[in-house]
């Protein structure tokens, strides 16, 4: 029972991480899976990518398509609702660490 909660909390800690750049610069899935693997996790693309598409069609994210090198990358940045949920997310984090 444990593994499911915490893959749930995992989860959402990698949402609001890729929400983060986002908001930065526009960044696509072999990047975010790099920069994840920088601070402890272990996510494939078959993992990044449906990640990608719900905060999309959630209306967090918006993508374009552009060719690099001859292949297509789809690249993601951050909406105006995107910024606000981030920065709701990120009072709400503050306030748990400062508790924990």
């Known amino acids: 029972m444990q593994a ?6 995992f989860l959402a800690f990698i949402e609001i991480h890729i929400l983060h ?21 272990e996510i494939s ?4 990518y449906p990640i990608f ?17 001859g292949k297509t990358r789809k690249y993601y940045t951050i909406t105006e609702l995107g910024i606000d949920v981030l920065g709701k997310a990120k009072v709400k984090i503050k306030e748990l660490t400062h508790e924990l």
């Not at 750049?21 to 402890?40: D, F, N, V």
């Not at 693309?45 to 990044?48: L, Q, Y």
Request: glycine share 8%.
């Open 53 to 69: 598409h719900n905060l999309e069609k959630a209306g967090l994210l918006v993508s374009k398509s552009e060719n690099v090198n």
């Open 45 to 48: 693309a078959g993992t990044i």
């Open 21 to 41: 750049h986002a908001a930065k610069e526009p960044i696509y899935g072999t990047w975010m899976i790099e920069e994840l693997k920088h601070h402890g996790y």
């Open 4 to 9: 499911p909660v915490l893959r749930k909390l």
